[in-house]
């Protein structure tokens, strides 16, 4: 049976395992949603059960796709290894460094270290990745990717740490006409839109509200994009949280975020590996967008 198992069919699987959701899993590789959902029965009637379970409420594995999917997202990253080791062996020169980007990460950030490569002592060339936080976390750990930038919300103790920006936290809203801050211990009243813990930031919300004892009441669907969050709250489902570039016009509607009159704040971090060939840029590196902050 494994050996006639389709790649597209486990990719599209484990795409709907990350986002909870057949659309949001279409959107983000790209796919009709018919072509995802038509994929993924043919791969659940090669393997003789169902994956996934479909209700209002949305997607939730099953007891057999509990079982099995955790075994298809690491054939999937053994498949990818093969195909990133390959293609460093093969290509000529060793001037680039490997970096992962969480979709939270801001464009100002990446237009920054692309700058600071070429000042290293060997010039080098970035080649960016953007994924998920499950995702990023397991490439650095197998050694195929040499510097991951992510939201500082989940901690990897075996590795190298700076953080590198902070940037403050935005409430979007219907658009009520406010403009004045808003102190947390009023916001929590709101509820508020999340999207798939992927990015890091439905981690950060979570952690903020905990970490101040106070409760995070939830709109029970998900938005696939910052995009969505901003369109689901116009239509008047709830309110959201998002670092304030990743707004997609300074008109939409939106308050800054106090704690006791101080801005609250979402820190991103530079993570690499001590063992790491280069780990002498990757600290350069990081010692400099940690010193250009600001």
């Not at 403009?179 to 999207?195: D, G, H, M, Q, R």
Request: with cysteine; hydrophobic share 45%.
């Amino acid at each position: 049976m494994a050996d006639r198992l389709n790649l597209e069919g486990l990719r599209y699987a484990r795409a709907v395992a990350e986002t909870k959701s057949f659309s949001a899993a279409a959107r983000a590789y790209g796919v009709t949603q018919p072509a995802l959902s038509n994929g993924i029965a043919k791969l659940e009637e090669r393997l003789g059960e169902k994956l996934f379970d479909r209700s209002p409420r949305g997607v939730t594995r099953t007891a057999f796709g509990a079982r099995v999917l955790p075994l298809i997202e690491r054939a999937l990253d053994a498949l990818d290894a093969v195909t990133t080791e390959a293609r460093r062996l093969t290509e000529p020169g060793g001037q680039k460094i490997r970096v992962g980007l969480s979709p939270l990460i801001g464009s100002h950030l990446v237009a920054r270290a692309f700058s600071m490569v070429q000042d290293l002592p060997v010039p080098r060339d970035l080649v960016l990745r953007e994924a998920n936080m499950r995702e990023l976390r397991a490439c650095l750990q197998a050694d195929r990717l040499d510097l991951i930038l992510i939201p500082a919300v989940t901690a990897m103790p075996r590795f190298e740490h700076r953080v590198i920006d902070v940037e403050p936290i935005v409430v979007v809203s219907p658009d009520t006409g406010q403009t004045t801050p808003v102190e947390l211990e009023e916001a929590c009243k709101e509820c508020f839109i999340l999207v798939p813990d992927a990015c890091g930031l439905t981690t950060f919300t979570t952690q903020l509200f905990q970490a101040h004892e106070m409760p995070l009441r939830t709109y029970p669907g998900e938005a696939a994009s910052y995009q969505v969050l901003e369109d689901w709250t116009k239509l008047g489902l709830g309110s959201a949280l998002v670092p304030r570039s990743k707004l997609t016009s300074p008109d939409v509607p939106h308050r800054p975020l106090l704690s006791e009159g101080r801005e609250v704040q979402i820190s991103f971090e530079a993570v690499w590996s001590a063992n790491s060939p280069l780990a002498a840029d990757l600290l350069q590196l990081a010692n400099r967008l940690a010193a250009a902050r600001g």
